[in-house]
């Protein structure tokens, strides 16, 4: 059986297929990344952490119609299923968790 944990990267691009919905395809998903992270993954990168998550049925894909502006290829888009939003959730269970009480500790001048 797949694990159901996530690593920081499948996280990040779990999180970008759920923010981008119907337009969750590899090259938004990258655009969509490297905005909110500051780091330019690899093609590969991403699509081998789609596939990861595919395989531990967080998100599905399926081939879109062929677009004119592709040359008339296909693009594969990108949908979170249920348990994909549940490992969402329990993410941001374990983080708020983790992060409980320390924010008295952090000082801005310092950070």
């Known amino acids: 059986m797949p694990s159901t944990n996530l690593g920081a990267l499948e996280l990040t691009i779990l999180l970008s297929v759920a923010r981008l919905g119907d337009d969750a395809y590899g090259l938004a998903v990258r655009r969509d990344v490297a905005a909110r992270t500051s780091r330019d993954y690899s093609v590969g990168a991403v699509y081998t952490t789609l596939e990861r998550l595919e395989t531990k049925a967080f998100v599905i894909s399926h081939m879109a119609e062929p677009l004119s502006t592709r040359g008339g ?29 320390v924010g008295s500790f952090l000082n801005p001048e310092t950070a």
């Open 73 to 101: 290829r296909s693009r594969r888009q990108f949908k979170i299923t249920a348990a994909g939003q549940r490992a969402l959730r329990q993410a941001e269970r374990v983080a708020k968790s983790v992060w409980a009480g």
